[in-house]
């Protein structure tokens, strides 16, 4: 197993080795003699230890698909890795493996694959800024984020499920007119025409589809995460979509087509027989586009307070996920418009892409629904530290700064999640978090940056500085570079 960074155990700071090198795809799964299973599954542990005597408020562990064919990414021969179900299954020998903890939220994650001079591959999942090329051949990997907790002494341990719900295909007919027409009396004439475009349905009616599944094929368990997944769908006129694919490639000099992918990951056992709900929360337009400007929205601070204004009305859903979904902006006239519930999205390198931030909740219910004491909910957003131009901590020890604050604040935790925001040099942080929108560039080089972002099931203090570990120094900042609330 892999210990990475300090782990503070019973009072005390135990210093750990320092981190090993990155293991590649290819090593993870080919070298000799055979690796332990937590390789060969591409397990890269970073907040707890093997023999678990102290786990964090938020401990997690990343589980990545294992390489099956290296492929070959400078000659555009892409590689195949496991599928989602496959991590599962490594996720429950691991769980079996480990009674002593238990899942309490499931999260998929992404990044880059890149290779060396030999062809093999590597990933980096302690990083937490990324480089997305705008040119070139490209390859990505997903993997399955388990969010940690203690479990019950004597309890069984958990296996988990999961399911993969993509839209239904949807054709739609738009009328046109042959270019050529006839002369009468009346004037020319040109006939009818129609033409079909297949596109995909939207999010709502696949999870009104979704429900009605559920009514004849329940879940065989307990709902744990429910979450939409941007996959792509088709590049060029391919059909690319494969909602149990963990890698995939672009070629950045075509046009790709987006959809969402709903995931369901579960605890197995007897059926809860639960319904799927989920609520948007967008930002609100304050001043239309004209000629002269783009218009604008209200701060992203806004639909998190109706977010939670909402969560603290509901007393018999049970809320399973919050989530920041980016969808894209359009506009028509002088109006501008959010896609949320689009699951047909058109991306191409030679054009500028607006996007809002919406909050997206996902919720269960089912005939056991107890009622629940009403939750006022708030968040904060952790940052890595700023080390310098395009350099920041891990996310080894952006976690070890989340846990020390949750120990001196004791807010107690009730979700999180982790979230790409885009760099900007310019910025003190590193990213802009309290904003509504924001607009990835054509042409232009990008880098992302990982952040964390934890709901409360109450309102906290935010402590005084002195009482929390000092921050890494960078002369180019005047902010912390660490921290935002929202």
């Known amino acids: 197993m892999r210990n990475l960074g300090v782990t503070k155990q019973k009072g005390m700071d135990k210093k750990l080795p320092p981190p090993p090198d990155i293991m590649s795809a290819d090593d993870a799964a080919f070298h000799v003699p055979p690796p332990s299973y937590e390789e060969v599954m591409g397990v890269y542990q970073t907040s707890m230890k093997q023999a678990v005597q102290y786990l964090p408020r938020l401990a997690y562990i990343d589980l990545m698909p294992r390489c099956l064919k290296p492929g070959h990414i400078a000659e555009k021969i892409q590689p195949k890795f496991d599928n989602f179900s496959a991590i599962i299954t490594g996720a429950n020998r691991w769980l079996a493996d480990h009674p002593e903890v238990a899942v309490w939220k499931c999260e998929s994650i992404e990044c880059p694959l890149s290779a060396d001079a030999g062809g093999g591959l590597h990933y980096d999942l302690n990083g937490m ?32 499920g999961l399911r993969n719900i993509q839209p239904a295909k949807a054709v739609i007919e738009l009328p046109t007119r042959y270019r050529q027409g006839k002369i009468t009396i009346e004037g020319v004439v040109s006939p009818m025409m129609t033409n079909a475009f ?143 519930d689009s699951t047909d999205e058109l991306v191409s390198t030679f054009s500028d892409r607006r996007l809002a931030k919406n909050l997206r909740v996902f919720y269960v219910t089912s005939s056991v629904n107890m009622a629940s004491s009403r939750l006022n909910v708030s968040s904060r957003v952790f940052l890595p530290a700023r080390l310098g131009p395009k350099q920041f901590e891990t996310m080894t020890q952006t976690m070890e700064r989340v846990d020390y604050w949750l120990k001196v604040t004791g807010a107690p935790v009730f979700s999180v999640e982790t979230l790409k925001l885009l760099f900007s040099e310019s910025n003190a942080n590193g990213a802009e978090v309290a904003s509504g929108d924001y607009t990835v560039r054509a042409m232009q080089g990008k880098q992302w940056l990982s952040a964390i972002r934890v709901y409360f099931a109450t309102t906290y203090t935010e402590p005084d500085p002195a009482s929390l570990p000092p921050l890494p120094g960078y002369n180019g900042s005047t902010s912390s570079g660490s921290c935002v609330i929202v």
């Not at 040119?135 to 004597?154: D, E, H, M, N």
């Not at 930002?283 to 701060?299: N, Y």
Request: net charge negative.
């Open 198 to 340: 297949e596109t995909l349905e939207g999010l709502e009616a696949t999870v009104n589809k979704l429900n009605d599944t559920l009514k004849k094929d329940p879940i065989s368990g307990t709902i744990l995460t429910i979450e939409t997944d941007t996959v792509k769908a088709f590049e060029g006129f391919k059909n690319d979509l494969d909602p149990e694919s963990t890698c995939w490639c672009e070629n950045k000099d075509k046009h790709r087509r987006l959809t969402q992918v709903i995931r369901i990951f579960y605890v197995r056992g007897p059926s809860s027989n639960e319904q799927i709900g989920i609520r948007d929360f967008c930002p609100e337009v304050t001043q239309q586009p004209d000629a002269s400007k783009p218009g604008k929205f209200e701060p992203f601070d806004n639909p998190v307070d109706r977010m939670a204004q909402w969560i603290s009305t509901q007393q018999g859903p049970r809320v399973v996920n919050i989530q920041q979904f980016d969808a894209t902006v359009s506009r028509r006239f002088n109006e501008l418009n959010i896609s949320a």
């Open 129 to 160: 800024i990324r480089h997305d090329s705008t040119f070139g051949f490209c390859c990505y990997i997903k993997g399955v984020r388990l969010w940690l907790t203690s479990a019950q002494p004597g309890s069984t341990p958990q296996q988990l």
